[in-house]
């Protein structure tokens, strides 16, 4: 575990690097990296408001209150809330997600690289040498691991830019039902809300916090900024690709690590965790499921978070989670509520429906 002083700072760290990765990673399956709409962002940046920072309020309160990381806490969470066990379910929907995530960010990998390089090796033995190499440094400290993903992303982000890349002009187009389910995607599966990432790293701090909020907003910002970089930035040019490359790698090997501790923590077998992680990442390399899977993956990621919201809005107990906000003003801590309860599961659902009528 993190000593308080490095989860201080590695938190927010790890929200930007994360989520610019993350949100590059899925960019191109909504079509946000080819075609640069005004209104989209607009709306992005409205959902990162409404939605995103409800339920990253909602990850620090449930990590205040359990006390121990995400997959552990499902078991203390229900029984204090008289839930039934199958809430727990959620637990491991997250946490097998986090490798399967790490297996699209290394497909992602493999097919820049072999674009960029004009390789002829196969896609699939491109993809395998990199599972390969981020299952290795998932075995390097988390400090050095965070820091070499900045590395990559912050390189990538200046070469980017030094080096002209071309981008599309910002235009303003008409918004569809379709951009509403892109910009849930983008500001909760790409951040890494509901999969308990955030929890775990701030667990050291938030212990010892009164209030969420000092744990939440630092994280919430990193995210923001990482939508803003977004929007000045491409893998077009082969320097700024190579350098996203690396701090892909990084990224998906800090996965790999943060998916292994919580596993550990669960005590199971180590045969088991490996079995775990391996088989979410593999299935990435089975032919002419990319598609398929990019689907998978946000509609996935849309349902652990639709679950936390209903558990946290509907299930616990109110005093459990007002405590553990530790909101200054009981209003701010009722309309935290209203979000949790209403707002973030409908619109998640809607987000859900635009993502499905999309793929079809």
Same mark, same amino acid.
């Given at each position: ?15 930007? #690097? ?144 030094? *080096? ?140 652990? #978070? ?9 299930? *616990? ?44």
């Amino acid at each position: 575990m993190q000593d308080t002083t490095l989860s201080r700072w590695l938190a927010p760290v790890m929200a930007f #690097c994360l989520s610019f990765v993350m949100i590059t990673t899925l960019a191109p399956t909504v079509g946000v990296q080819i075609d640069r709409q005004l209104d989209f962002w607009l709306l992005w940046l409205g959902t990162m408001f409404l939605l995103a920072l409800p339920i990253a309020y909602l990850e620090i309160a449930l990590a205040k209150r359990s006390q121990t990381t995400a997959l552990q806490a499902l078991s203390t969470l229900t029984r204090d809330a008289d839930a039934s066990p199958r809430w727990r379910i959620v637990g491991w929907l997250a946490i097998v997600f986090v490798p399967f995530f790490a297996g699209s960010v290394l497909n992602t990998v493999a097919d820049i690289l072999k674009q960029q390089l004009v390789l002829d090796t196969p896609h699939q033995i491109l993809f395998a040498i990199f599972a390969i190499v981020a299952l290795g440094l998932s075995f390097i400290p988390r400090q050095f691991l965070i820091g070499l993903t900045t590395l990559g992303v912050i390189t990538a982000f200046i070469l980017a830019n030094v *080096m002209g890349t071309e981008l599309a002009a910002w235009h303003w187009t008409s918004v569809e039902f379709k951009e509403w389910g892109n910009a849930t995607v983008l500001a909760l599966v790409a951040s890494g809300l509901g999969l308990g990432l955030y929890w775990q790293s701030s667990l050291s701090t938030v212990k010892k916090q009164p209030a969420a909020t000092t744990a939440v907003l630092p994280i919430w910002v990193a995210q923001l900024l990482a939508v803003i970089a977004f929007g000045f930035f491409s893998v077009q040019a082969q320097f700024p690709a190579l350098a996203w490359v690396f701090a892909a790698i990084m990224t998906a090997a800090l996965l790999i690590q943060l998916t292994r501790e919580q596993l550990a923590q669960r005590q199971l077998a180590p045969v088991i965790q490996w079995a775990i992680i391996v088989a979410a990442i593999a299935v990435w390399a089975l032919p002419q499921v990319e598609q398929i899977f990019n689907t998978l993956l946000m509609l996935w990621g849309l349902a652990i #978070c639709l679950i936390y919201a209903v558990f946290a809005g509907w299930i *616990m107990k109110i005093s459990h989670l007002r405590k553990a906000m530790g909101f200054s003003n009981e209003l701010f801590y009722n309309l935290w509520r209203i979000a949790v309860r209403v707002v973030l599961p409908l619109s998640i659902v809607l987000a859900a429906i635009a993502v499905i009528g999309q793929s079809l």
